[in-house]
């Protein structure tokens, strides 16, 4: 069964860094982009930004563009999601999904179909 | 503040049709396909809904999504206990500003 899971819960000071990882399990880690979407608390998903883990291709939300960068490892399965230069209103709920292309055959965006549990980052000034 | 617009709560009883709006624009909405989130307090969000209208495996047909123009809409039909929760709208946008997802700031669902 496809799984992806997240490393756990992280406090961090104002102007530090954070990386978060999501091991994918299940599945052919390279045929489907991971995707990063956080939620604070009480509010709504906001997108950050995807990555192809077959070819380490990115693309990121403008408004994380300066600051976040995804990667990969390949032989462990394992997806990164790096924010630096934290602030207090990057405090939130970090989720990893998959961009599920088989629910699209080409010719749709591919829905996010299996998430992570979500890792709590908690920036304090 | 987010670029889809939903209504912040809806309501409904047990048996009842419930439907939850999703206002977008052109570079979004009318020009791209829709997907709704199902999430539950404290757990991850879960696909209810992709290209408007499709349902993935093991989504009930209580669960129905339609799109005109800039907006879209969630049916729930037979309402039951368990649909209480936050529901989300995605499209993704093809903005000058930047190319990316973007979500509605979610409804909630509560069960009278």
């Known amino acids: 069964q496809v799984q992806l899971v997240q490393s756990g819960a992280e406090v961090k000071k104002a102007g530090a860094s954070v990386k978060v990882s999501c091991k994918a399990g299940?599945?052919?880690?390279?045929?489907?982009?991971i995707h990063w979407v956080r939620q604070a608390t009480g509010q709504g998903l906001e997108w950050m930004g995807w990555?192809?883990?077959?070819?380490?291709?990115?693309g990121y939300a403008q408004k994380f563009e300066d600051r976040v960068t995804m990667t990969r490892n390949t032989s462990l399965s394992t997806a990164y999601m790096e924010l630096s230069s934290l602030r207090s209103e990057d405090s939130a709920m970090y989720y990893c999904?998959?961009?599920?292309?088989?629910?699209?055959?080409?010719?749709?965006?591919?829905?996010?179909?299996?998430w992570g549990q979500g890792t709590l980052v908690t920036v304090s000034s | 503040q987010s670029i889809l617009t939903q209504p912040p709560s809806a309501s409904g009883t047990p048996g009842q049709r419930v439907t939850i709006s999703c206002s977008g624009r052109?570079?979004?909405?009318?020009?791209?396909?829709v997907y709704w989130y199902q999430q539950f307090p404290g757990t991850a969000p879960r696909l209810l809904i992709y290209r408007n209208d499709q349902r993935p495996s093991g989504v009930p047909d209580r669960f129905s999504g339609s799109k005109s123009g800039t907006s879209a809409s969630l049916a729930i039909s037979g309402l039951r206990s368990e649909d209480e929760a936050d529901y989300y709208c995605g499209a993704w946008d093809d903005s000058k500003s930047g190319p990316q997802w973007v979500f509605g700031g979610g409804t909630k669902l509560t069960v009278l």
């Open positions: 999904t998959r961009g599920a292309s088989s629910l699209c055959g080409g010719d749709c965006d591919p829905p996010f179909d299996f």
């Open positions: 052109r570079s979004n909405i009318e020009k791209n396909f």
């Open positions: 299940g599945y052919d880690f390279t045929s489907d982009d």
């Open positions: 990555m192809n883990p077959n070819s380490g291709n990115t």
